[in-house]
């Protein structure tokens, strides 16, 4: 049809590399014309072209030219490019953005540059969170902030909990701020440590007991309750007695306190069917997170839930909003168990390690292992553990053993003397030294330093010995004993 168009009516000379459809009849002398993808000038617009009696196009032609690049790019606020460029992108050509800390990304963090110079998706938009609640250690006996702090937490922080000796933590000894303001778990308690039963419980208000029973429960017994007619549980409804360890202090690989605690805290019994939207109801190995409720929920109100570990969340978003129409925006979700299984750990034989806790094969999602050295040797940086991730990959590294003990060749003080060194210059854990100064020096810093267990000394840097302002004068008494040193400015007298 063109080749027909041309001998009629002209050489479409300048449109032809863009022509995408070309209709015409002879009896309207008329063509539509559009650019083709891949170039540019309109691409979705068509024009009429009519041809005159005298074989000449009438009114504007559409010049479409070859795009080979697309728009150049801005770096979205709150993030920051970790691949590509922002300019001069080709077509196959992809740039990666990723947020800041504390902001959580929506929409695609790598865009591609596509065919006609568009790009496939919008750059990802990094939004901020509020603050999760405030944590007070204080309130509960015996809780110490292990990590991260008490305050002014937001998306993605982390606060990590152990117990004074003696006790046991029950709950989870790491919570996290989600970017809905709510903490991934509650603030945990301790309780008095007990290898023989888990703490005792009560009947819910309103509720009874339906499997098992409220005390004298040991490791994998479980009790589940229920609510009277006219009330709803909220909360899990089965709670199973199974074996915590809680790392004490001094925080050390084999420093822990053992206890028997529940997996999670009692549930209780609400009003049934007092909010707009209808009650909810836990899936198995499932549970609240933050402070929202399965009973009485307003529109607006979300409630955000997770699944109790090893079991992963399936079909199903973690948050549900209450809509105005009476209905949750979304099913609840359900909690499956993992289906993978972290890699065999194989260790060096001359790596040093040994097994405290744990296995090295068969470990599912949330199993852990946790390491220590042999004699003369310690944990480099402290990581003496790994977890199983629910993608089936360890978390961290194999952890590293070094020869124990902390080195130092300073075996001489300016001014001064160093007592306690060895001729090796390596020193084992505990061990001391310390700093004098000769008469008329004044010591700057510490006067002894102890070798810590992560083979640093404490403090890290040794003192110096200084000659004061001053000038360090002995007063003696008349029968010649030295008391005490007294600094004498220049001009000063001695009465």
Known sequence: ??????????????????IESLVSSQTDMMSKIQCIEATMGEP???????????????????????????????????ARMVAGRLTDNSVGDSTVFECEESFKAFGKKEI?????????????????????????????????????????????????????????????????????????????????????????????ENGYITNGKLSNNTIGDS?????????????????????????????????????????????????SNTGDCPDLVLPKHGYLIGGGHLTGNKVGDRIVGSCRKPYVREKGRRALECLSDGNWDTIMFKCLESKFTCPTVTLDTNSKLVVLRGQLSGNKYSDSIVFGCQSGYAILGNIYYMVCHK???????????KESGCMSLETVLEHGTVKGTVESGRYSNGATLRYECDECYQLIGADSRTCQMTGVWSP???????????VLTPVVVESGNILTHVVVEPGDALL
């Not at 080749?3 to 000379?13: P, R």
């Not at 292990?146 to 937001?154: A, E, F, Q, R």
Request: charged share 20%.
């Open 1 to 18: 049809m063109t080749d027909t168009i041309q001998n009629l009516f002209g050489t479409l000379d300048t449109i032809m590399k863009g």
């Open 44 to 78: 979705t617009k068509r024009i009429k072209m009519a041809c005159n009696q005298t074989g000449k196009w009438k009114e504007r032609r559409l010049n479409c030219t070859k795009i080979n690049k697309c728009v150049d790019l801005a770096i979205p606020k709150n």
């Open 112 to 204: 591609r540059c596509l065919k006609g110079g568009s790009w496939s998706d919008r750059p990802v938009q990094c939004k901020a969170s509020g603050k999760c609640p405030d944590i007070f250690p204080g309130d509960t006996r015996g809780l110490i902030l292990l990590t991260g702090k008490p305050s002014n937490n937001v998306y993605e922080d982390q606060v990590t909990f152990t117990c004074e000796p003696g006790l046991v933590l029950w709950g989870d000894d790491q919570i996290k701020c989600m970017f809905e303001s709510v903490w991934t778990q509650k603030t945990p308690i301790c309780i008095k440590m007990s290898l023989t039963e888990c703490p005792a419980l009560s009947i819910p």
């Open 223 to 271: 009790v589940t309750f229920v609510c009277d007619p006219g009330y709803t549980l909220d909360g899990s409804p089965t709670l199973t007695c199974l074996k915590r360890s809680t790392l004490a202090s001094p925080w050390l690989p084999w420093n822990f306190t053992d206890g028997l605690v529940w997996d999670i805290t009692m549930p209780v019994c609400r009003l």
């Open 391 to 401: 993608t089936g990959r360890w978390a961290q590294p194999i952890p590293v053993c």
């Open 460 to 470: 890290v840097h040794p003192p110096n010995c200084i000659e004061p302002d001053g």
